[in-house]
């Protein structure tokens, strides 16, 4: 499975951005997909999953609320829709998958995506 993020961008505290993540290869529907993001001199932090088939969805508490992750099977491709954006929110946006379900752990998922800047000014 390989991925592709984009969608990234500068904006002002406030606004909003939607992120993609172009899946290719074979994802079966016992697939979970995620979005992490690594601001700095931080570790890989976990922002939100959905399950490929089914579409339930987990969110870290930072962005319950603001962001929703979604998938559209037809086209292959997971979104992240980021609103009232924080500078905090400030980070590579990081796509993965894994074979099974989905975790909040970065260590859980086997492919990744190459990563999107995502800047939110104040």
């Known amino acids: 499975v390989q991925l592709q993020a984009s969608g990234g961008g500068l904006v002002q505290a406030g606004g909003s951005l939607r992120l993609s993540c172009a899946v290719s290869?074979?994802?079966?529907?016992?697939?979970?997909m995620a979005w992490f993001r690594q601001a700095p001199g931080k570790g890989r932090e976990f922002v939100a999953a959905?399950?490929?088939?089914?579409?339930?969805?987990a969110y870290a508490d930072s962005v319950k609320g603001r962001f929703t992750i979604s998938r559209d099977n037809d086209k292959n491709t997971v979104y992240l829709q980021m609103n009232s954006l924080k500078p905090e929110d400030t980070a590579v946006y990081l796509c993965?998958?894994?074979?099974?379900?989905?975790?909040?752990?970065?260590?859980?998922?086997?492919?990744w995506g190459q990563g999107t800047q995502v800047t939110v000014s104040s």
């Open positions: 959905i399950k490929w088939s089914g579409g339930s969805t």
């Open positions: 993965a998958a894994k074979v099974l379900g989905v975790s909040t752990a970065p260590t859980a998922y086997g492919s």
């Open positions: 290869g074979r994802i079966t529907s016992t697939y979970g």
